[in-house]
């Protein structure tokens, strides 16, 4: 909250030295925690400038499916097959175009968030909008970036998901000045000192969670054709045993 709260301040004192805009619209993401941050920030800015909030579907986070929430050893464990043919598909097609299963590749939110910005054209024109204030996620701003300014999936790789509450500024040239704020990050607890509501935990978790699109600690090949091979023997067994 308090991040949220210095980003509004941030944003309410950059309208205070530059021009006045005469319309502001935040778009949030539908996820609560983007919704929560944007009203924070409308709250700093109302009582100087007019704001509209409201948000749009096609700027949520990646889905990662089956893997969802889940560590690397978690996805291992759970989903030892489906883990495997991801990293095969990271292996050979790269990181931006594999596809966790049931979820959403890199390329999928890219196609995704380059429908939200035909809706930025019309707020535009049809309400007269001249700022933009967007509130999404990581993946979802990089994406975001790729689709405005024409980058390719190496960009997107090199490119480090925001800090939270980050203001990332393309001013009315169409002109990416990068992350021009950056609040205090609060410290991460760890694990083991973790005594919170289970919201909070399941804030924490969010926060820990491994991103799964890298090729750190994948199952190895040799590991997966043992458990195929045990299987195919004990399928053989109760064959035998049965006929």
């Not at 975001?144 to 990332?168: A, D, K, Q, T």
Request: aromatic share 12%; net charge negative.
């Amino acid at each position: 909250e308090k991040q949220a709260k210095d980003t509004g301040e941030y944003i309410k004192n950059y309208y205070d030295d530059n021009n006045s805009p005469n319309q502001v619209m935040i778009i949030s993401s539908p996820y609560k925690r983007a919704r929560q941050t944007a009203e924070i920030i409308k709250a700093q800015i109302d009582p100087h400038y007019n704001s509209t909030l409201t948000e749009h579907l096609f700027l949520g986070e990646q889905q990662f499916g089956l893997f969802q929430g889940l560590s690397i050893e978690e996805c291992e464990e759970r989903f030892p097959y489906e883990h495997y043919h991801y990293n095969i598909a990271d292996k050979f097609g790269g990181k931006f175009f594999a596809r966790p299963p049931t979820g959403e590749s890199r390329f999928d939110v890219v196609s995704r968030v380059t429908n939200f910005i035909p809706f930025i054209e019309k707020m535009s024109y049809e309400q007269q909008i001249t700022d933009f204030i967007v509130v999404c996620h990581g993946v979802t701003v990089r994406a975001l970036l790729m689709s405005l300014f024409g980058h390719n999936p190496e960009w997107f790789e090199f490119e480090p998901n925001p800090r939270n509450c980050s203001v990332r500024l393309i001013d009315y040239e169409f002109d990416d000045k990068g992350y021009v704020y950056i609040p205090e990050q609060r410290p991460r607890k760890s694990r083991e000192k973790i005594e919170d509501t289970d919201e909070e935990k399941d804030k924490e978790k969010d926060e820990e969670k491994v991103d799964l699109l890298t090729n750190d600690n994948v199952v190895k090949e040799s590991e997966i054709f043992k458990i195929i091979n045990t299987l195919q023997q004990e399928v053989k067994r109760l064959k035998s045993a049965m006929g």
